[in-house]
């Protein structure tokens, strides 16, 4: 397989991790010291530092599964990713810099379902053993209109 197609799966499995509910496996997508920021687009292009969410490394990532699994309250609902085509451009040293368009369906437990999150990522990728992680990802939402219910990671 080409590092593309690598990167290309990593991505999908990435989205289809959270939409199975896989969230233990999350940190696991990233380098120890991988950046997880999601932001608007309107803040993003003003080059503005504050998100609405930032995880700097696995154990903060790990953290916030944990205080979501126990501690966090909030009404159980599933995700379903759409992704479209990933544009993919190679640099140095292994390091790949990506952008994938997403929407999130969300669907809550009386069964109704709502477009959630649409937006794209911006990925900065590192191949380690052969293996693509998150150098960092940041979840730029076409909205600033966010939803309070944003638990799970998109």
């Not at 991988?34 to 696995?58: D, N, S, V």
């Not at 205080?67 to 292994?94: K, V």
Request: proline share 3%; net charge negative; with cysteine.
């Amino acid at each position: 397989m080409s590092t593309r197609t690598d990167i290309e799966d990593f991505i999908a499995a990435y989205a289809h991790g959270i939409d199975d509910g896989a969230l233990d496996d999350w940190p696991g997508y990233f380098t120890e010291d991988g950046i997880y920021q999601i932001i608007t687009r309107e803040t993003f292009e003003a080059g503005l530092p504050l998100g609405i969410m930032l995880c700097e490394g696995r154990g903060m990532m790990a953290d916030r599964i944990k205080a979501m699994q126990t501690a966090n309250i909030y009404e159980a609902h599933t995700y379903c990713h759409l992704l479209g085509r990933s544009q993919i451009d190679a640099g140095s040293g292994g390091v790949f810099q990506a952008r994938t368009n997403f929407n999130v369906v969300r669907t809550m437990q009386d069964g109704g379902s709502q477009m959630f999150a649409i937006g794209k990522y911006l990925d900065v990728i590192e191949m380690q053993d052969d293996r693509p992680l998150f150098k960092e990802r940041r979840v730029v939402l076409e909205s600033r209109r966010v939803d309070i219910l944003l638990v799970y990671p998109l």
